[in-house]
């Protein structure tokens, strides 16, 4: 046990996080960091609409949902300094990556269920596949976006990027 660590009562399933939600009618997509969180991830990813929505953001972590359009994609980035975790909650996608933008030479399909990780300082896209919003999540290690990011649309995506 850690010293941050606290022994269990033994009544774990009568205890309410502070900031629990399971169920999905209590969906609230917004910015909860970087507060003690627990939340059902399958659920707010398949409710998210936008684009991108940051869900929480700490110091050192940042977890963003993805609605990807029909045809759409992320769109081809590099995070040098970050980590990204991405898993797929709904459709398929193909994924690419490699060492430099003109030469993506990793490429793989993914669909429900399947985890993505994206080291630090490779060219990556995930492109959409499917004939549905293709729902995700990422772990970004450090935040990658600022603390309440939205972007309803690619479009506003890209124009915050230029900015940030």
Known sequence: MSCNQSQSSGNAAQETPVNAVTNVANVALKDYGAEPTVLDIDAYTLSNDNFRTALWTGTLLQVTLMSIPVGGEVGLEQHNDTDQFLRIEEGDARVLMGDNKESLTFAQA?????????????????VNMGDKPLKLYSIYAPAEHPHGTVHKTPEEAAEAEHQH
Do not use: L, S
């Open 110 to 126: 993914a669909r429900k269920d399947y985890a993505i990780i994206v080291p630090a300082g490779k060219w990556h896209n995930i």
